[in-house]
Nanobody, 128 residues
Framework: QVQLAESGGGQVQAGGSLRLSCAAS????????MGWFRQAPGKEREFVAA????????DYSDSVKGRFTISRDNAKNTVYLQMNSLKPEDTAIYYC?????????????????????WGQGTQVTVSS
């Protein structure tokens, strides 16, 4: 069983930055792919970013590409999401997730469902 714990959420003004962290309970980051998803009030959960276990493959949703960066520190079993140029529409609960992706292609994370490992989420609020 893998447990994931997000941190780093908060409230920020539009144009600001936040860095989210996701700590895994055991050696996960270097084995599984890691991803970030978000869910805004009244909306379905959506994919944000993902990285394969080796870091050679990353994927971003069009809405965050160029503004968000996913990275990982295998020694700390932690994955990060650096969020810059935040917009009010980025307001959501952000979830960390972990699972395998076929052939190490991080795009496979887009299809993750309830069978993946999920964290409890951290709230990000961007005010205009």
């Amino acid at each position: 069983q893998v447990q994931l714990a997000e941190s780093g959420g908060g409230q920020v003004q539009a144009g600001g930055s936040l860095r989210l962290s996701c700590a895994a309970s055991r050696r996960t980051v270097s084995i599984y792919a890691m991803g970030w998803f978000r869910q805004a009030p009244g909306k379905e959960r959506e994919f944000v970013a993902a990285m394969n276990w080796g870091g050679s493959s990353t994927d971003y949703s069009d809405s965050v590409k160029g503004r968000f960066t996913i990275s990982r520190d295998n020694a700390k079993n932690t994955v990060y999401l650096q969020m810059n140029s935040l917009k009010p529409e980025d307001t959501a609960i952000y979830y960390c997730a972990s699972d395998f992706v076929p052939l190490g292609d991080s795009r496979g994370a887009r299809g993750w469902g309830e069978s993946a490992y999920w964290g409890q989420g951290t709230q990000v609020t961007v005010s205009s």
